[in-house]
């Protein structure tokens, strides 16, 4: 494996550097090298366990790198602290929601906020005009994603009872909320129904058109390849692809990768048009 980050069509924002990643001698994530331009939409694809929330974990400082390393415009964030990497520009989603449920929908997105409004603790305690000022600008912010997502639902609610395609709108509002110059995006179309797809992948795009680069892991083969300007393919933690869709989706090792070597002819060429965004959308 090169561990030269490959080239992308803009200079990279992200540059992810033969990252290799261990817990207790199992190998997660093996030499992986890529980078991701200014506005760029990057899907990264791979068999169930092949290091794909691994990788997004080590770039927004989850983890911790065994070795390589993660740069932000050149600058090495490697290790750094989760809220460091978010106040760097930084946003993610995760596979599983991650939001509070008990508190309002409102209030969930104003949390996205706080990074970019400055108050401080004796603001706070003593509702200075600067806290009123912030606590008014984080309100207006928050009814702005969420416009922007989408949201059908109440909005003064508790979040966890909207249904749960619109708890992702909350998620993706809140990760916006913070300005970031890249949004990490984990399996944002899981469980959702085909209108819902279709909405999620026309906001990735709106997205992009704010001038802020995307990473994507998807399993929905069918909206990796409409969205994305690159894919990046994983398997045993190693990257074995990293290309445009349709170079990738006519890759023989990631069409290995997503059924194995003893596969048929008529599985063969199943698994390639899942992989080239199948009827079912499958991977």
């Not at 080239?7 to 540059?15: F, I, K, V």
């Not at 993660?70 to 930084?90: M, Q």
């Not at 970019?116 to 603001?123: E, L, Y």
């Not at 899981?190 to 797809?197: F, S, T």
Request: net charge negative; proline share 4%.
């Amino acid at each position: 494996m090169n561990s030269t980050v490959k080239s992308t069509a803009n200079a990279p924002l992200l540059s992810v550097e033969d990252l290799r990643l261990s817990f207790g001698g199992v190998l997660a994530i093996d030499g992986l090298s890529f980078g991701v331009g200014e506005a760029e939409i990057v899907s990264v694809i791979g068999p169930n366990g092949a290091g794909k929330t691994s990788a997004f974990n080590c770039v927004t400082g989850f983890y911790r790198p065994t070795a390589g390393a993660v740069r932000l415009r050149g600058r090495d964030i490697t290790g750094l602290r989760p809220s460091a990497v978010a106040a760097l520009g930084v946003a993610r989603t995760f596979q599983n929601l991650r939001l509070f449920g008990e508190m309002s929908v409102l209030d969930n997105v104003r949390a996205g906020t706080h990074l970019r409004i400055r108050q401080n603790v004796f603001d706070a305690l003593l509702h200075t005009p600067r806290y009123r000022r912030g606590e008014r600008e984080s309100t207006e912010q928050a009814h702005h994603w969420l416009d922007f997502v989408g949201l059908r639902g109440d909005r003064y609610g508790p979040a966890r009872a909207l249904p749960y395609g619109e708890q992702r709108r909350v998620e993706i509002a809140r990760a916006l909320a913070r300005e970031p110059d890249l949004l990490l995006l984990d399996e944002p179309a899981a469980g959702l129904n085909h209108g819902e797809k279709a909405e999620t992948l026309d906001l990735i795009r709106r997205v992009r058109e704010l001038g802020v680069a995307i990473v994507l892991i998807e399993h929905d083969m069918g909206l990796v390849m409409d969205v994305s300007q690159r894919v990046v393919v994983l398997n045993f933690g190693r990257e074995i692809a990293d290309g445009p869709p349709d170079e990738v989706r006519r890759d023989p090792e990631v069409v290995e990768a997503y059924l194995g070597r003893d596969a048929d002819e008529a599985e063969i060429e199943e698994a390639r048009a899942s992989v080239a965004g199948g009827r079912d959308g499958g991977a």
